[in-house]
């Protein structure tokens, strides 16, 4: 699986747009771009994931650099809840292989 | 709740030990997908299961085995247990076999703490 980097750590205030960077260089032309995230003692959950267009949910947007070597993970509005380690994940699901989480991005949200 | 659940939530075992971890995936999920995470390790992992069947393997043990039985829940044993198994063990769930770009449903996982 081609690889992601992402910042080990972020700080937001609190109801202020938080941007979370990742760089995928080496993704090819049909890994989708996937983002979960962790709150503390609790499982991953799914955010939000995207192929070549920029994506839009209720938790969050997902905006895919043209040349697809990045994309970043928007929450407009940072709460307090929306403190965890957030995962930037690549996979082909023609190939159907599992999900690899990296060390992702820790983010704090101030209050 | 994310409809995934495992059992139990904690568990305190001795080294050498045999321990076995339960989850059932979310109603109408076929697959379902063990991990590892220990501090030092981030999310590992560890093996696949879809309708009963072994899919895949990542990084697990030889100590380590997991089955998937008719009514699709799961069950992950560890034997001979040793301190650097310590880890938060999760269960996640997906409808598919991993070629429909479905997302995974995490449980809320159990944390095995071995003295």
């Known amino acids: 699986d081609a690889k992601t980097t992402q910042p080990n750590s972020m700080e937001s205030n609190e109801e202020e747009p938080v941007h979370l960077p990742c760089n995928h260089s080496?993704?090819?032309?049909?890994?989708?771009i996937h983002w979960y995230r962790q709150l503390p003692s609790q499982g991953p959950e799914y955010v939000i994931h995207?192929?070549?267009s920029n994506v839009n949910n209720r938790m969050a947007s997902l905006a895919i650099a043209e040349d697809r070597k990045s994309s970043t993970l928007i929450l407009h509005r940072a709460t307090l809840r929306d403190a965890a380690v957030y995962y930037c994940?690549?996979?082909?699901?023609?190939?159907?292989?599992?999900?690899?989480f990296g060390t992702g991005t820790s983010l704090t949200v101030i209050p | 709740d994310s409809g995934v659940t495992q059992t139990p939530k904690h568990l305190i075992t001795a080294t050498g030990q045999r321990v076995t971890l339960r989850c059932s995936p979310r109603?109408?999920?076929?697959?379902v997908y063990w991990y590892q995470q220990s501090l030092d390790q981030g999310l590992q992992f560890l093996i696949q299961?879809?309708?009963?069947?072994?899919?895949a393997k990542g990084n697990i043990l030889e100590r380590f085995s997991a089955q998937q039985f008719p009514d699709l829940h799961s069950e992950l044993n560890l034997s001979s247990l040793e301190l650097g198994d310590s880890a938060l063990y999760f269960c996640?769930?997906?409808?598919?076999?991993?070629?429909?770009?479905?997302?995974?449903?995490f449980g809320s996982g159990t944390r095995l703490t071995v003295v």
């Open positions: 994940i690549l996979r082909d699901p023609n190939t159907g292989n599992q999900f690899y």
């Open positions: 996640a769930s997906s409808v598919d076999i991993g070629t429909l770009n479905y997302g995974y449903t």
């Open positions: 299961y879809y309708n009963g069947e072994e899919r």
């Open positions: 109603s109408g999920d076929l697959s």
């Open positions: 080496t993704i090819s032309g049909t890994d989708y």
């Open positions: 995207g192929l070549t």
